[in-house]
């Protein structure tokens, strides 16, 4: 029976019976039906409120059993400890009110506390309680078995005088205290998160209750259910990310491995493209590899790659992505890093793969050889990417190894069958960007007409609407005009820069030129569309060009104007040999080259059009 009910029934009874003794003392009749009434008045009113009492209780529960089904329906669907920690914090902060509330995670590196979810209405408080780290003998100090009421501990400021250490982590707040029964500012109510081994795993830190009144034992209850559910889920949650980083890692090296290399890949691209940024591709690949297993055995060819990969992520930014390829292949990406600042990372990865010793007789020298292709300009796809940073790295073997290679310093080497077919399979997933790219660096070695290749793209782009070809010529064409001559990589540097006559063996290798642009074109069918054109803009309009001596209407009509536009570039340009023509006398040549090298339709349309866009 409570209080209330004590002085509404047994209080109103002794009075009734006080006054009747009086009034009959008296005679007043009067006095005994109104103390009568008074009676019955406040026996109704003890009832109503133990009716209202339990209404509200009641309430209260289903209010709080609700938000624990609520808690635990929605962590099942949570895969992160940090969604699962937010959730909890939400749920204990709209459950119990309390105005400001804590959840730590423990640090088991150096047994610290972090926080994780900080909620609560002054934001300078709660900034002070995300900046720190609380020891974990700290919080243990707090956790004493006088305060404990099942697995929640209620700190009373009436029994504990805090250390100045626990008040720097646990600082006091500046609010009323009205007395006995309320939360002092000095209270602490805290629950910690065991796992299934009763370990301490994390804390609930709740402070400052909106009602002002200390906790209740059904508050105790409802945390230490909260807690419980949030352990499981927790729990649940690091399960699922082992299991995922199992996955995404290689279980040699502990990098990241190949699969989850391709889709950082491919969220680095998808993001360059959206939002303008770039980044840079790092493939790195072990010298002589084979050698160290042959001479050493496997398993201490296993440890030069553990070695390796260590070298590598010391090299690495904190932002940068290192995964093993396979074997003994390796990459980075190196987010919002252009291709000169990742060429200084590689060099530091080179440099700390030959200082690597091995503990046997003779060890033999380790070394390792690196590509490097940066987003958008060697490519603008994934695959592209990837193309165009191991055809670098390719070169890097073929230049001696021990070496870092830019994509677009792939050409300076004289190309045997072995070295081009390399190239071709490389080139595979190429896309039209990676190909400009490479038809720029072979058409930046021509030291008498650098830049040649753009004018003629230029000059396209003026008199392509005048020449009047549909849409899909005017498409072929455009994209044609960046990469026909990328054929010419086979073609050494002295015989691309002589000024003086070339010998038969030159001429070969010039006149090779275009079926290997096609060889590189055919190894990716994103741009089998322009085989023809790339393998077909040397032929003649009287069947005297190369490679097929094709004549008339059997060449491409893309070729030939391509054909137009590379002899136009070549007329209005200076060379070694004599000085840029004329226009007339360009005209003149043009008009001249009618019906024997050129289509003599398209030439005096070109003639047109230059007239008419001024070129």
Request: with cysteine; hydrophobic share 40%.
């Amino acid at each position: 029976m409570t209080y209330l009910d004590y002085m509404g029934y047994h209080g109103a009874l002794a009075a009734f019976l006080a006054a009747g003794r009086a009034a009959w003392a008296v005679g007043g009749l009067l006095v005994v039906v109104v103390v009568g009434v008074s009676f019955l008045y406040l026996r109704e009113r003890a009832r109503l409120a133990r009716l209202d009492d339990t209404a509200t209780t009641h309430s209260e529960r289903s209010q709080r059993l609700q938000a624990v089904l609520e808690l635990g329906t929605g962590l099942r669907a949570s895969h992160s400890v940090e969604e699962v920690a937010r959730m909890a914090g939400d749920a204990v902060h709209d459950t119990l009110n309390y105005r400001e509330n804590a959840i730590y995670l423990l640090d088991p590196d150096d047994d610290t506390f972090v926080p994780v979810v900080v909620i609560g209405g002054d934001e300078s408080y709660d900034e002070g309680i995300r900046g720190r780290r609380i020891p974990l003998q700290v919080v243990k100090g707090l956790l004493k078995e006088e305060f404990r009421t099942g697995n929640v501990y209620f700190v009373d400021h009436r029994f504990y005088h805090w250390t100045a250490e626990e008040q720097e982590y646990f600082p006091s707040a500046d609010f009323d205290y009205p007395g006995p029964g309320h939360f002092h500012p000095e209270d602490g109510l805290f629950v910690p998160l065991l796992d299934h081994d009763d370990r301490v795993i994390g804390l609930f830190d709740l402070y400052n209750p909106v009602d002002g009144r200390v906790p209740a034992p059904e508050t105790f209850q409802v945390l230490e259910i909260f807690a419980n559910v949030t352990v499981t889920a927790i729990e649940n949650a690091r399960y699922s990310a082992s299991l995922q980083r199992l996955a995404i890692t290689d279980g040699l090296t502990g990098l990241h491995n190949h699969r989850h290399f391709q889709e950082i890949l491919s969220h680095e691209v998808e993001r360059g493209l959206r939002y303008g940024s770039t980044f840079t591709l790092l493939m790195m690949d072990l010298d002589f590899f084979k050698n160290v297993n042959d001479r050493l055995g496997h398993q201490r060819g296993d440890d030069v790659l553990r070695r390796v990969s260590e070298v590598i992520t010391v090299a690495a930014r904190s932002s940068d992505f290192v995964a093993r390829y396979g074997g003994e292949e390796f990459v980075m990406i190196l987010p919002e890093t252009p291709s000169r600042q990742a060429e200084a990372v590689a060099q530091r990865v080179r440099q700390g793969v030959k200082r690597i010793v091995l503990e046997v007789p003779n060890p033999p020298d380790l070394s390792i050889s690196i590509g490097v292709a940066d987003f958008p300009f060697c490519g603008k796809e994934r695959e592209s990417l990837i193309a165009a940073a191991d055809a670098a790295l390719m070169f890097a073997k073929r230049s001696g190894r021990d070496m870092v290679t830019h994509f677009s310093a792939v050409t300076p080497l004289d190309f045997d069958s072995a070295a081009l077919e390399g190239l071709t399979f490389r080139l595979e997933g190429a896309d039209l960007v990676t190909l400009e790219a490479l038809a720029a660096a072979v058409d930046a070695r021509d030291t008498f007409d650098r830049g040649h290749t753009a004018r003629v793209v230029e000059t396209v782009e003026k008199i392509i609407g005048p020449l009047g070809l549909d849409e899909s010529d005017r498409d072929i064409v455009r994209a044609a005009a960046r990469i026909y001559d990328v054929g010419k990589l086979v073609i050494p540097i002295e015989v691309l820069n002589r000024t003086d006559g070339l010998g038969d063996v030159e001429r070969e290798a010039i006149r090779r030129h275009p079926d290997v642009g096609r060889s590189l074109l055919e190894s990716t069918m994103k741009l089998a569309h322009l085989l023809p054109v790339v393998g077909h803009h040397h032929e003649c309009w009287d069947g005297s060009g190369y490679p097929g001596g094709l004549k008339g209407e059997e060449i491409p009509l893309a070729a030939r104007v391509i054909a137009i536009c590379d002899a136009y570039q070549a007329m209005v340009s200076d060379r070694p040999y004599r000085k840029a023509l004329s226009g007339e006398e360009v005209i003149a040549e043009l008009r001249a080259g009618a019906g024997t090298q050129f289509d003599p339709d398209l030439v005096e349309r070109f003639i047109a059009a230059v007239g008419a866009s001024g070129v």
